[in-house]
C-alpha cells in the first residue's frame, strides 16, 4: 500500500499583524511537511467578520514569504483543493452542516437570546441544556418554514470519555460532560472554526494538524465530527505556548511584537525565522545558528518540548549578530541601507568602509545610526576623556601627544588603513610612549567619545585627510596644547 503523502497547513485569522506564536506554527508545519517531502498549505479561516482587520491577508502572504516559509498551495498561488479562504465555502459547509445533522451529530437550535441568557449560573457561566435536540422533526420544518432565526449545534454526547494520541502530549482524554453542544453555523450562516477547520482539513487531505497545545482539550469535539462523517481523524500535534515571561503568554491582543515589528527594528530576517524555531524544539546536535534548509533537515518531533518556552528578545539579538558577522560588505549595506538612511552619514562618507567598521559591532541594522552619527556630531567634549587610567594618559599625555600627531598626519601622502597603522607605531616609538597613550589620545581628538565603533586608524581613514586635521586642530586648541 503506498504511503499518503504528508500534508500540513497553517489557517490564520486575518485579524491584523502576524503574532510570533502564529509564525511558529507555520514554520514547524512547513518544516515537517518539507522533512517528509509533502505539502504545506495555506488557509485564510476569516469567518469571524467582527474581528477581520482590512489588509491582514496580504500580510500574511508577505510575511510567509519575506520569512521564507512558501506554501504549496493557497488562496494566492492556488491549488486542487481550493477555495482556500473560508467566506468563500459557505455553500459547503451548509451541505455538511446538513450531513451532520442526518448523521445524529448536530441538530438545529432556535433558542432566542434571551432564553440562552436565562440559562446562566449565579457565576455567569452559561451551558446549553439541548432543548432543541428534542423539537420534533414537524416542530423544525415548521420553524425553518416560518423564517425562525437558528444555529446549528453539535450534540456531543452526555456520557462517556473522548479520547486521542498526540505526537508531543501523548494520550489526552476529556470527559463529554465538560463539553458544551457548540455552534457550528452561527445565524449569519457562517461556519465556527470548530466545524470549519474539520471540514476543510478533510477536504483539502490534511494528514497532520499542527496547532497550539490550547486545542489539546477541544481536540475531542473535532474527532466526534470526523467519526460521525466516516471520516479519517488526522495525526495531532499540539505545539507548547511561547510565554512573554514566567507567568504571561505572548500574545497578538496584548500586543506583543510580530516578525514585521522586529524586521522594522532591524533585526536579520533569517535571524528572526531561527531563534523562532528554537521556542519550543531543540536539534539532537543542540545547534542554535541554522539555515531553513538546515532546519527541514534536522527538524524532528523528538525534539519538540511539552514545556513552555520563553521569549528571549537579547537571545534574538545576539543570533541576529552572528548573521551579520558573516555578512561581506557588500551585503551588509544593501540590507541596513534603509537604515543608513535614517543616519546623519547618509551620501557623505563610504558606506562600505562603515560596513567593515560595524559589521562586528552591531546585532541589528536598526543600531547603524546611533553608531555612525557621531561622524557627524563631532563638537566641544570634556577633555576629561583623554584621562584613562588603563591606557596611562591624562591632559598632559594628550598635550604631548595631538601636535606631534597632527604634524605626523599633515604629512601623509596616502591616508588608507595601513599607511596610518604603520605610520602611527613608528611615532608611537618617536615618543618613547605606549601604543595605547598616543592611540587613545588621537580616537578621543577626531571622534570626542569614550567609544567609536573602531579604532584611530579605521577612523581617521573614513573621515578623510582633511577632516581628520579639523578635528584634531579643534582638540589641539581645546586642551592648549601647542
Not at 498551495?73 to 481550493?82: A, K, R, S, T
Not at 541554522?290 to 525534539?303: H, I, N, R
Not at 567619545?449 to 578623510?464: C, D, H, N, Q, Y
Request: hydrophobic share 35%; charged share 30%; with cysteine.
Amino acid at each position: 500500500m503506498k504511503e499518503q503523502k504528508v500534508r500540513t497547513r497553517f489557517a490564520p485569522s486575518p485579524t491584523g499583524y502576524l503574532h510570533i506564536g502564529g509564525l511558529r506554527t507555520a514554520l514547524y508545519g512547513y518544516l515537517f511537511a518539507k522533512k517528509h517531502g509533502g505539502d504545506f498549505i495555506l488557509r485564510i479561516e476569516d469567518t469571524d467578520l467582527q474581528r477581520y482587520v482590512e489588509g491582514s491577508v496580504e500580510i500574511i502572504y508577505d510575511t510567509l514569504k519575506d520569512a521564507g516559509i512558501l506554501y504549496d498551495e493557497g488562496p494566492d498561488v492556488g491549488g486542487d483543493f481550493g477555495p482556500y479562504v473560508q467566506s468563500e465555502r459557505r455553500d459547503i459547509y451548509h451541505k455538511y452542516a446538513q450531513e451532520l445533522i442526518r448523521r445524529g451529530g448536530a441538530y438545529y437550535c432556535f433558542c432566542d437570546k434571551e432564553r440562552i441568557e436565562s440559562l446562566r449560573d449565579e457565576n455567569g457561566n452559561c451551558r446549553y441544556d439541548k432543548h432543541c435536540l428534542h423539537l420534533s422533526e414537524k416542530e423544525i420544518e415548521e420553524k425553518l418554514k416560518s423564517g425562525v432565526p437558528y444555529v446549528i449545534r453539535q450534540n456531543i454526547p452526555e456520557t462517556g470519555t473522548g479520547s486521542y494520541h498526540d505526537l508531543v502530549y501523548g494520550d489526552i482524554s476529556v470527559d463529554f460532560k465538560d463539553m458544551e453542544d457548540g455552534i457550528l453555523i452561527k445565524s449569519d450562516g457562517m461556519p465556527t472554526y470548530n466545524f470549519a477547520n474539520v471540514v476543510d482539513d478533510h477536504l483539502m487531505g490534511i494528514t497532520h494538524v499542527i496547532r497550539g497545545s490550547e486545542y489539546l482539550s477541544s481536540t475531542p469535539k473535532y474527532n466526534l465530527m470526523y467519526d460521525a462523517f466516516g471520516w479519517e481523524r488526522p495525526v495531532y500535534i499540539h505545539l507548547p505556548p511561547i510565554m512573554k515571561d514566567e507567568r504571561h503568554k505572548l500574545s497578538k491582543r496584548n500586543g506583543d511584537a510580530s516578525y514585521a515589528d522586529f524586521v522594522e527594528k532591524g533585526f536579520v530576517k533569517e535571524a528572526i525565522v531561527n531563534y523562532i524555531a528554537l521556542l519550543g524544539w531543540s536539534p539532537k546536535e543542540n545547534a542554535e545558528k541554522m539555515t531553513l534548509a538546515e532546519m527541514v533537515e534536522k527538524f524532528s518531533l523528538d525534539g519538540i518540548s511539552k514545556s513552555p518556552s520563553i521569549f528571549d528578545e537579547t537571545k534574538m539579538r545576539w543570533l541576529s549578530g552572528e548573521y551579520i558577522k558573516e555578512m561581506s560588505d557588500e551585503e551588509f549595506v544593501s540590507r541596513g541601507l534603509e537604515f543608513f538612511k535614517k543616519s546623519k552619514v547618509y551620501g557623505k562618507y563610504d558606506l562600505n568602509k562603515l560596513a567593515a567598521l560595524l559589521k562586528t559591532r552591531v546585532e541589528t541594522f536598526g543600531e547603524i545610526p546611533e553608531k555612525v552619527d557621531f561622524l557627524e556630531e563631532f563638537g566641544p567634549y570634556d577633555p576629561a576623556l583623554f584621562t584613562h587610567k588603563k591606557m596611562k594618559t591624562d591632559l598632559e599625555v594628550a598635550k604631548k601627544v595631538l601636535p606631534a600627531a597632527r604634524e605626523l598626519l599633515a604629512s601623509l601622502p596616502s591616508f588608507d588603513f595601513q599607511t596610518l597603522h604603520d605610520e602611527l607605531m613608528a611615532l608611537v616609538a618617536r615618543l618613547g610612549m605606549k601604543n595605547g597613550q598616543v592611540l587613545w589620545c588621537v580616537r578621543v581628538a577626531i571622534s570626542g567619545r569614550e567609544s567609536t565603533p573602531g579604532g584611530v586608524m579605521e577612523l581617521a581613514e573614513i573621515l578623510g585627510k582633511e577632516e581628520t586635521l579639523r578635528r584634531m586642530d579643534f582638540s589641539i586648541g581645546m586642551i592648549g596644547a601647542k
